[in-house]
């Protein structure tokens, strides 16, 4: 793959293209994650899943809950006119994990797919790392303009590889954290973490990322 490679660039493109900038050019980390709304949508549906099971001991009432809010988001977001593909992937994921609860008869089977999520982003920002294509270097150069020169700019490189091992660690702390509660049958702590970990935490490793990766201006020689 060159800097060039049209396939590369297109990826690359797609994935920035979900990121938001302001008007100085600077990172919107909100708008990145959708905003407060975006943030409401993410959580929600695993909150209203966790919240019935903890009240009523139903399984099923929990899971049909939490589709029910997912399918909520959803067609609001059709009848707003939002990205179809928006509004539908983030019910899709809710569809999912709402499957593993009901053939695994266990409320904790409502976070395996996160577990499988994360592993395969850790295996795909390593393995980025790994060939010196950092991810969150091909996202970022595609938002400030740099395209894939970055890659020629030893410097740069290791910025952009730092910032993509932040979020290796935050996607990783997420597997420390909760497959202990998952192995101890803790549906609440593991319920609670995967919320407080989720969103929020992405959002603050790439705000950090971001920072880090910023051009430094030269010092004026004295």
Same mark, same amino acid.
């Given at each position: 793959?060159?800097?060039? +490679? $049209?396939? /590369? ?21 909100? /708008? #990145?994650? *959708? /905003? ?8 929600? $549906?695993?909150?209203? %899943? @966790? ?13 049909? @809950? #939490? ?5 909520? %988001? ?14 539908? #992937?983030?019910?899709? *994921? ?9 053939? #695994? ?7 395996? !797919?996160? %577990? %499988? ?16 294509? !950092?991810?969150? /270097?091909?996202?970022? *150069? ?28 935050? @996607? ?7 497959? $202990?509660?998952?192995?101890? +049958? ?13 969103? $929020? @935490? ?6 950090? *990322? ?7 201006? !030269?010092? !004026?020689?004295?």
């Amino acid at each position: 793959m060159t800097s060039q +490679d $049209p396939l /590369g660039q297109q990826l690359s493109g797609s994935a920035a293209r979900r990121l938001s900038t302001r008007e100085d050019g600077s990172l919107d980390v909100m /708008g #990145s994650v *959708g /905003g407060w709304r975006g943030i409401i949508e993410a959580a929600l $549906p695993a909150t209203s %899943f @966790l919240t019935a099971y903890l009240l009523v001991d139903d399984l099923p009432l929990a899971i049909i @809950l #939490s589709i029910a809010v997912g399918a909520l %988001f959803s067609v609001v977001r059709i009848v707003q006119r939002g990205s179809l593909m928006q509004s539908l #992937s983030g019910l899709a *994921g809710v569809l999912i994990c709402a499957a593993f609860a009901h053939f #695994s008869g266990e409320a904790r089977g409502y976070y395996v !797919p996160g %577990f %499988f999520i994360n592993v395969g982003y850790i295996l795909a920002l390593t393995i980025s790392i790994a060939v010196k294509w !950092p991810l969150m /270097g091909v996202i970022f *150069g595609v938002i400030r303009g740099e395209g894939m020169e970055w890659r020629q700019d030893t410097v740069r490189r290791r910025s952009y590889a730092v910032a993509t091992w932040i979020i290796t660690a935050v @996607l990783a702390s997420r597997l420390i954290v909760q497959l $202990p509660l998952y192995f101890a +049958d803790n549906e609440t702590a593991l319920g609670v973490t995967r919320v407080v970990m989720g969103v $929020p @935490l992405y959002a603050f490793a790439l705000w950090l *990322g971001w920072m880090i990766t910023r051009e430094r201006e !030269p010092s !004026p020689r004295q």
